[in-house]
């Protein structure tokens, strides 16, 4: 496994540490509030993150985003589940410069 990799921007900051993942926020966003993993069952989402190279958005200890890669590490990348909660959209983080 690759070392995790940090990058920051004021209060905010995104991670690739698996340990850092809050199962409960990302689960209850894909279930209650995505169109495309709808009443999908705990189990099957915690699966879904240990097969993936996951990218988890925090605001201070908060998760508040979250994205996942599914890939062969060499030629191939499929990106899911991709979400920032609503109260944290709209902040310019891809034109933003992060260290």
């Known amino acids: 496994m690759q070392q995790p990799l940090e990058a920051t921007k004021g209060n905010y900051r995104i991670s690739t540490d698996p340990s850092q993942l809050q199962l409960p926020v990302i689960h209850r966003y894909l279930s209650e509030d995505s169109y495309w993993a709808k009443d999908v069952p705990v189990s099957l ?55």
């Open 45 to 99: 989402v915690q699966k879904s993150i240990e097969h993936s190279l996951c990218f988890g958005l925090y605001h201070g200890d908060e998760q508040v985003g979250f994205a996942r890669v599914v890939s062969d590490y060499a030629t191939f990348g499929y990106l899911a589940d991709v979400f920032v909660l609503e109260g944290h959209r709209g902040q310019g983080f891809p034109n933003g410069s992060w260290k």
